[in-house]
């Protein structure tokens, strides 16, 4: 096939499955999109995942991208929906037909039609739904009821449940007989009469215990109800700390509503990193690859705006010792080695101390430890860098008294960095403000200000 339409792509290439979009593949698949070749378009999609098909989409330019769609055509499954990035998804939408779309969306389970809705406009959200079955349609529009980023909007409604008091035999049997089982599911939840859940039975117990065997004494240790309006950012901790499969969700009655799986919970501990990264880096927590130069601008301008402004108070400071920088150079060619030792340090200890705070590591009971051990650090750094700093200032200026200055300095600005680093996070933290999104601005503007204060200061003590 690849011969006979002059297509660059080799068997090699589309067998690689460390890296399925490799480059001759997306010129494959655009060249079938070029010639309008749809046999060899399904031919060349067949073999991908649905996430890598997610990722070419969202790798290519809007115009190839709604060809592509178009030729597609009812080939398009649900699972590329659920895995596109929230920048490009309801583009991709609007490109589908009618028919296509219903049919994509009833694939999906209803945690992943709920998550395809949260983004979405209100006519885009009424057209999925009326596609849905009346059963499906009644648990999604429940589903977004509750509290966005809440256990409610994570869990999906297809659960399998048992009566706490049947045997394996009874479970096993039920299974069979049932034709509207999840695709995927771990644990048969056990419930009492008033359908609040009492344990979890995993499959691979179920299936290595005989027939007569209380489902109750099969019971796994670890079992945790999560309430439908906690956050999904504690949902995913409570995975994560307790090595968890799937955990049932229960409504205010403790009734059970629905079940929340492992691969939801990691998908949005990878989102809270994702964000932590990004804000820490000041350009916003959604920004995406695909996202057009306007958006771009809109998301990282404002910080950068804010870095200038902190920028402008350490000229400032540079400022009130003009005549001192005048009268001795060296300081000038020294100031940034302070800065930027002092910078490097604080975004090192704010690095640690905004994931501690994520995973709920650095707790009032270790604060105090934690501090001690930083400033430490910052010590002995300090006493490590100012020595080297000294020699250095020393074999380069032959002047005593400024590599005493400069070794004296580069200990307050390390000190300071190591403080900073994890006061100000912890602060904002205590003040509901996200310490990834402010942190490293402070920090640096403490480091910076502390830095040449410390450094010039001491030059014209010393040095005049």
Do not use: C
């Not at 409610?152 to 299974?175: C, K, S, T, Y």
């Not at 691979?204 to 950012?233: C, D, N, Q, Y």
Request: proline fraction near 4%; charged fraction near 25%.
């Amino acid at each position: 096939m690849t011969e006979e339409t002059g297509n660059p792509a080799t068997e090699e290439t589309r067998e690689d499955e460390t890296n399925p979009l490799e480059r001759k593949v997306v010129s494959a698949i655009l060249y079938a999109v070029d010639v309008g070749d749809r046999e060899q378009l399904v031919a060349l999609m067949e073999p991908l995942h649905a996430a890598d098909i997610a990722d070419l989409l969202e790798q290519i330019n809007a115009y190839d991208r709604m060809r592509l769609i178009k030729l597609y055509d009812k080939e398009f499954d649900g699972e590329i929906l659920s895995e596109l990035d929230e920048s490009i998804r309801e583009e991709v939408i609007r490109a589908l037909t009618p028919e296509v779309l219903a049919e994509a969306v009833r694939e999906l389970d209803s945690d992943d039609v709920v998550d395809l809705l949260e983004d979405l406009d209100q006519a885009q959200q009424d057209a999925i739904l009326e596609v849905l079955e009346d059963s499906d349609r009644v648990a999604v529009e429940k589903s977004l009821t509750y509290p966005e980023y809440s256990a409610g909007r994570l869990m999906q409604r297809e659960v399998v449940m048992a009566p706490e008091h049947w045997n394996v035999g009874e479970a096993i049997d039920f299974l069979r007989s049932s034709d509207d089982l999840p695709e995927q599911f771990y644990h048969i939840i056990l419930v009492d009469p008033k359908l609040r859940p009492v344990g979890n039975v995993s499959l691979g117990k179920l299936m290595a215990a005989r027939r007569e065997v209380l489902l109750k004494s099969l019971v796994e240790e670890t079992f945790h109800v999560i309430p439908v309006t906690r956050p999904e950012a504690d949902v995913a901790y409570a995975f994560n700390q307790y090595h968890l499969i799937s955990a049932p969700v229960v409504d205010e009655n403790e009734r059970l509503v629905g079940v929340i799986t492992i691969d939801d919970a990691m998908a949005v501990l990878d989102e809270e990193h994702e964000e932590d990264i990004l804000r820490l880096a000041g350009v916003g927590d959604e920004s995406r690859i695909s996202d057009s130069v306007f958006a771009t601008v809109r998301q990282r301008t404002p910080w950068l705006a804010v870095n200038l402004g902190t920028a402008l108070l350490s000229s400032l400071v540079i400022a009130q010792f003009e005549d001192v920088i005048a009268q001795i150079v060296a300081l000038a060619v020294l100031m940034p080695i302070v800065a930027s030792m002092g910078g490097n340090a604080g975004t090192q200890v704010l690095t640690v101390t905004v994931r501690a705070l994520a995973t709920k590591d650095l707790t009032g009971s270790n604060f105090w430890r934690v501090v001690g051990r930083e400033i430490g650090v910052g010590m002995v750094n300090g006493a490590v860098f100012a020595l080297a700093i000294a020699v250095l200032e020393y074999l380069w200026f032959g002047s005593p008294m400024l590599a005493m200055v400069i070794s004296l300095a580069m200990v307050i600005t390390l000190l300071t960095a190591a403080f900073a680093g994890i006061m100000v996070p912890v602060t904002l933290d205590r003040l509901k403000i996200d310490p990834a999104l402010a942190s490293g601005t402070f920090v640096t503007t403490t480091t910076d200000v502390v830095g040449f204060l410390s450094f010039l200061g001491l030059a014209a003590v010393f040095l005049l």
